[in-house]
């Protein structure tokens, strides 16, 4: 078959085009056009406070989807992706953190580290990549399991990084915060890393990959039988997946200028794979619909956090109201509507 | 250190792990699911203790009524509140067909849940609450000087260990759970209620709970609403080891764990200390690698995680 590649006919390069046209792009613009347009009114509403938010949300998009990637097509619930966002915020931070700060804060890196100052998109790649070799690395012992027992192992994984990663003084300031990141994170840097992760996400979806990956999630056995490699497919997911998680931890401590390891620990872990149930475990489309469900929901509770006049009055939700009402909602969704939002379905896909 | 205060240390850490652990493994053999809100659980009965309020010194309330009733009560409670994470989410969620996974991320959104009930009602602070202060002091055998507490929690985890294997050995309930943990449908097929064994398992599990409860807030005289995670991930690792679904697998992996840490940290050099516990989460993932089964059963079952 090789020998065709690169001279395919036109009947043939209609049916790739079509393929590209109707599989990855339609449905990735489906999904990436509605964001850009809300990114287009914030910018031109232009409150500060409204662009940060925004920006953040597509943070989360991108971590989420990073997520979903694993999960939606594996079907293996994942407490441990945070690991490859901590791995790669760190990894940035150690080429591109603050001058001579850097020194201080982690004095035991190599010299040749220390003296480096990479140009923050080069290191955001790199840490990316820093992030999915690790996964591939340990993809290779942990792929291995299913069900409940990878489950567990993935929220070890989390575990042994967090307790690395805060005892290894020298390397990341221990369980003080490492501050003064270069913040380039602005709302159009956060869509792009959008655009990217929905593009790696869809054209991953529509491959052989993903198709044999789902082929394991219906049926193990069947797959297996249809001389489908279960594990060298989920470590391909793993893979894709840690790059993307990677992304989205770089984004987030570019994003607030600061990082420490408590930051991406149970509560990151809770707040991804909520945004993902709700909007539906198995689809791409509802990782994004989820995620900028949850934000506006909690942006809003928020806002009576801090209180809302009501005449002379001030109504106001005492703090911590709205984790507890995240939990519920989570509940609620995981009982009445365990398929999420979207279900199985995606944008721009016919059925 | 002495060898003896080693011990009795060892046993004492193992004992409280291996009380977690069953609590974890007697609700996973009938549900098939890990009970990420066990330690939450835990935590709810500590701080069931003291008056709720963001107050920064805590003013004893359950903790306050004298050992024979506080023990029943602070038992009773978290029994009550396990029960009802049962009744009011594993059981909707079951009658709705929620497959494991969906089960999975329904415990952690509880445990997620209780914590942020307590960060709101308690704050963040920690706060230090004393209990059973009769227990805080030592028995002298010879030179050595045992702690008391851990005398008691070794013991009283003797004592709950006869209470569960009688339980589970010689009550109706008892065999039921046991029956359904190897089977549930054949269990079911035979007149095993479903709820009402899995309710049954989630009970004896938080009688366990609040057991913990006592033993740890009585040695440490800390609360934090995340005390209850490394326990429950001890839990975790004890049902590992001893293989998912087997009840004396879960007690003598927990056992086993614990001694295994205490002797670590004695043991292990002090720069190796801190990251003591990054061996012990490495241990589970290379046990559920080498011997999915757990390294206690012998059985040639079939994988069944």
């Known amino acids: ?351 | 250190m002495n060898w003896l205060q080693l011990i009795v240390d060892a046993l004492s850490l193992g004992g409280a792990y291996a009380l977690v652990a069953l609590g974890i493994g007697l609700v996973f053999g009938v549900m098939r699911m890990i009970n990420f809100a066990h330690g939450d659980l835990i935590t709810l009965g500590a701080y069931a203790l003291v008056v709720p309020s963001s107050a920064e010194i805590a003013r004893p309330f359950i903790g306050d009524l004298g050992v024979w009733l506080m023990v029943p009560m602070i038992i009773g409670f978290v029994t009550l509140m396990m029960l009802a994470t049962e009744r009011f989410a594993f059981r909707p969620l079951r009658a709705h067909n929620a497959d494991g996974a969906s089960l999975l991320i329904a415990s952690f959104a509880i445990s997620y849940l209780i914590q942020n009930v307590i960060l709101f009602v308690h704050t963040g602070r920690p706060k230090s609450v004393n209990i059973l202060d009769s227990l805080s002091g030592y028995i002298s055998i010879g030179d050595v000087r045992l702690p008391l507490i851990d005398v008691a929690t070794v013991a009283a985890t003797v004592v709950l260990f006869a209470f569960v294997i009688i339980f589970l050995g010689f009550t109706r309930p008892g065999r039921e759970i046991r029956s359904a943990s190897e089977d549930f449908l054949m269990a079911r097929l035979l007149g095993v209620k479903a709820n009402r064994v899995i309710a049954y398992a989630f009970a004896v599990s938080g009688v366990l709970a609040g057991a913990v409860s006592l033993l740890y807030v009585a040695k440490t005289g800390v609360l934090d609403y995340r005390m209850g995670v490394p326990l429950a991930i001890a839990g975790f690792v004890g049902t590992v080891l001893g293989g998912m679904g087997s009840l004396w697998g879960a007690m003598m992996g927990g056992l086993t764990l614990g001694i295994a840490s205490a002797l670590l940290q004695a043991l292990l050099p002090p720069e190796l200390r801190a990251s003591r516990d990054a061996f012990l989460y490495g241990l589970v993932i290379l046990v559920l690698l080498v011997r999915p089964q757990g390294i206690f059963s012998s059985s040639k079952r079939l994988e069944r995680v």
């Open chain 1, 1 to 351: 078959m090789t020998d065709t590649v690169g001279k395919l006919d036109v009947p043939q390069k209609r049916a790739l085009l079509r393929t590209w046209t109707g599989q990855v792009l339609r449905p990735a613009a489906l999904l990436v056009l509605p964001l850009a347009a809300l990114c287009i009114l914030v910018s031109l509403v232009g409150a500060s406070r409204l662009e940060s938010i925004m920006t953040e949300a597509l943070i989360y998009v991108v971590m989420v989807v990073g997520l979903s990637i694993f999960i939606g097509n594996s079907g293996i619930v994942s407490f441990g992706h945070v690991t490859f966002a901590l791995i790669a915020a760190y990894a940035s931070a150690w080429q591109t953190c603050c001058g001579p700060m850097k020194g201080i804060f982690m004095p035991d890196l190599p010299a040749w580290l220390l003296a480096l100052q990479v140009p923050v998109l080069g290191a955001a790649v790199i840490a990316s990549a820093l992030a999915a070799l690790v996964a591939l690395l340990l993809g290779t012992m942990l792929m291995r399991l299913s069900g409940t027992a990878a489950s567990i192992a993935l929220l070890s994984m989390l575990f042994v990084f967090k307790t690395i990663y805060e005892n290894w003084q020298g390397w990341t300031a221990g369980q003080s915060a490492v501050v003064g990141l270069p913040t380039y994170v602005s709302l159009w840097t956060a869509f792009a890393a959008v655009l990217l992760a929905i593009m790696i996400a869809t054209i991953y979806r529509i491959s052989s990959f993903g198709l044999r990956l789902r082929a394991v999630r219906e049926d193990e056995a069947a797959a297996r039988a249809s001389g489908v490699n279960a594990w060298a497919q989920k470590l391909i997911a793993f893979t894709v997946s840690g790059f993307v998680s990677g992304l989205g931890g770089v984004l987030y401590g570019h994003f607030l200028g600061t990082i420490s390891v408590s930051m991406f620990w149970l509560d990151m872990t809770f707040l991804t794979l909520a945004m993902l149930v709700v909007g539906g475990l198995r689809s791409l489309t509802g990782a994004v619909v989820g995620t900028m469900t949850v934000v506006v929901l909690r942006e809003s509770i928020q806002v009576f956090e801090r209180g809302i006049a009501v005449g002379d009055d001030l109504l106001k939700a005492p703090e911590g109201t709205r984790e507890i009402l995240l939990a519920f909602l989570l509940l609620l969704v995981l009982i009445f509507r365990p398929e999420g939002i979207v279900g199985e379905r995606e944008a721009g896909e016919k059925r």
